[in-house]
């Protein structure tokens, strides 16, 4: 079993919306799947559906290798889970909800709600009713609560939400250390490329409940951010030349007088070494980076226009 | 099934609960006192006998406890689906219909359980106030205690039922006062005493009305497998 979940054709409509269309998703097992998308994209009803909260209108899940039938629920005790805003029964102690937890969850492992107020660093609030607890302390103690039966599968809903930057940066630290330490394999979404570009080794991109496309962050950062762009007065003639002397098909004409190159195995001297040779004047050559924030933009507003690796979603 | 009771239970302010049980039955017992001691004097007692005070006592038990199971039922049921912890629940690798059910019946029992005890604990009271004072003839015997003691069981099974029968109404709408407003209705529908007469009295009626809570009740979660919540 190499995937913690595998959606196909994935859907949920409501009465005539579709809220989510034809998900295609693939989270490997051990990994961190950042899943990116505006307000309303259909992330939370995705997670709900993995959950078993909504039942999709059309497609299917499979959890751990196995098909998600309704009714079945054996599986949810592998799951640790935060979907959208933290809930908890207020007049009980942060102890008391997580020791509750435990017990509907079937897992009795002493130490194991201590370890993870501790790492969530909750420790000597605990005794405290959870309503006066301020939405920072909930957010992490819903991570503390998720994290407390050790899951295999880790479903985050925006879980930054209402912390600190230093709230923040631990979080990051847990959810990496989670991964390494026990294997979690973590879904976690948000709006915010910055929140999970930092930690994720997967992105799936959602808009208007599409997954547009799934990438290896890996992959994303070594062939599409970089780019040579060239300015010269012909830049038809810069771009034969290329096509021509260099064998090149990783570039773009952005006007007449602009060129990218994404193929960045090819040194710098050599592009302007050839374009020079061939009577190509340049004004400028210079490296750049189009960042992670600016394709994954172009992705949602459909310019999906450069060369990019990576299967095409739904 | 029973951890799942347990694990309710826990979730606490349950003992407030019994507490506000012992309250409502020292005010029916005032509220029993007063109407045995102060005389409308052209009619004379409240009550024409014994087997008549025993039946104002099950008649007011019953009524309170209706409506006080409606408050249970809704801070079991109703709150859960409103405060959206139903969804950390039904997250749970735990059957939903036995996770509903074990809820149903803390209500079920503890309306029970409550209506069965008032009943034991205000007819000696009555009885022994009775027995002192001794206004009204001693018509019981211990036929009709029987008789009695078997009229209260039927009663409050049809109570305990009809306890259920706001959910019906206040679950669609996650609605807390709907669901105690219901309650109070169906009480002064069934409770109300006109003339010595109510409704409840006809001990089909009850019945019946229990056996539509618990009919609305069970097709109220029959798809609950199947229901998106949140």
């Known amino acids: 079993m190499t995937h913690t979940i595998r959606t196909r054709m994935l ?60 009714g079945r629920n054996e599986h949810l005790k592998r799951i640790g889970h935060l979907i959208e805003t933290p809930v908890f029964y207020d007049r009980m102690t942060a102890r008391e909800n997580l020791e509750l937890h435990a017990e509907y969850m079937g897992y009795h492992s002493k130490g194991a709600i201590d370890e993870a107020l501790r790492m969530v660093h909750l420790v ?31 479903l985050l809903d925006e879980p930054i939400n209402g912390l600190d930057p230093e709230g923040i940066q631990s979080m990051r630290l847990l959810f990496r250390r989670l991964r390494d330490e026990w294997g979690t394999s973590i879904l976690v979404s948000s709006h915010l490329l910055s929140e999970i570009e930092q930690i994720a080794d997967t992105i799936g991109v959602i808009n208007e409940g599409r997954l547009l496309r799934e990438v290896s962050l890996d992959d994303v950062r070594t062939s599409t951010t970089a780019f040579v762009e060239i300015s010269t007065p012909n830049a038809a003639l810069a771009a034969y030349v290329l096509t021509e002397k260099l064998g090149l098909d990783q570039f773009k004409q952005i006007d007449d007088h602009t060129l990218r190159v994404y193929d960045t195995r090819v040194p710098q001297e050599s592009l302007s070494k050839m374009l020079i040779l061939n009577d190509v004047s340049i004004e400028s050559i210079n490296r750049r980076h189009h960042s992670l924030e600016e394709y994954f933009f172009d992705m949602i507003k459909g310019g999906d226009d450069h060369a990019a690796p990576g299967q095409t979603g739904a | ?53 025993l039946s104002a006592v099950n008649t007011l038990v019953g009524a309170t406890f209706i409506v006080y199971a409606s408050a249970l039922l809704s801070k079991l049921v109703i709150s859960e689906f409103k405060d959206r912890t139903m969804t950390l629940l039904f997250a749970y690798p735990v059957s939903r219909k036995q996770l509903i059910f074990a809820k149903l019946s803390i209500v079920f029992v503890w309306c029970f359980v409550a209506i069965v005890l008032g009943n034991v604990l205000l007819d000696a009271l009555m009885l022994t106030v009775n027995h002192f004072v001794g206004d009204l003839a001693s018509d019981l015997s211990a036929t009709n205690l029987v008789h009695q003691f078997g009229h209260v069981i039927l009663q409050t099974i049809g109570a305990a039922g009809m306890s259920l029968l706001p959910l019906v109404i206040g679950l669609p709408r996650r609605s807390v006062a709907a669901t105690i407003v219901s309650s109070i209705f169906i009480v002064a529908i069934v409770s109300s005493n006109n003339a010595g007469f109510s409704l409840s009295s006809i001990i089909a009626i009850p019945l019946a009305l229990a056996a539509i809570g618990i009919i609305g009740a069970y097709l109220s979660f029959r798809n609950i497998d199947q229901i998106d919540v949140a």
């Open chain 1, 11 to 70: 859907s949920k409509s409501y009465r005539s919306a579709d809220v989510v269309s034809n998900v295609e998703m693939t989270v490997k097992r051990g990994e961190i799947y950042g899943f990116l998308g505006p307000n309303g994209a259909g992330k939370s009803t995705v997670m709900k559906m993995l959950l078993g909260l909504v039942q999709p209108t059309g497609g299917e899940i499979e959890l751990f290798g196995e098909k998600l039938i309704i």
């Open chain 1, 124 to 154: 000597g609030t605990d005794r405290k009713p959870v309503k006066q607890f301020s939405l920072g302390m909930k957010q992490r103690l819903a991570i503390a609560r998720a994290i407390s039966t050790r899951p295999e599968l880790l």
């Open chain 2, 1 to 53: 099934m029973l951890h799942l009771v347990k694990l309710e239970l826990k979730k606490g302010g349950l003992r407030g609960y019994i507490l506000g049980a012992l309250i409502a039955y020292a005010a029916i017992a005032g509220l029993l006192m007063l109407m045995y001691f102060v005389k409308d004097e052209p009619t004379g007692s409240t009550f024409k006998n014994q087997a008549d005070m």
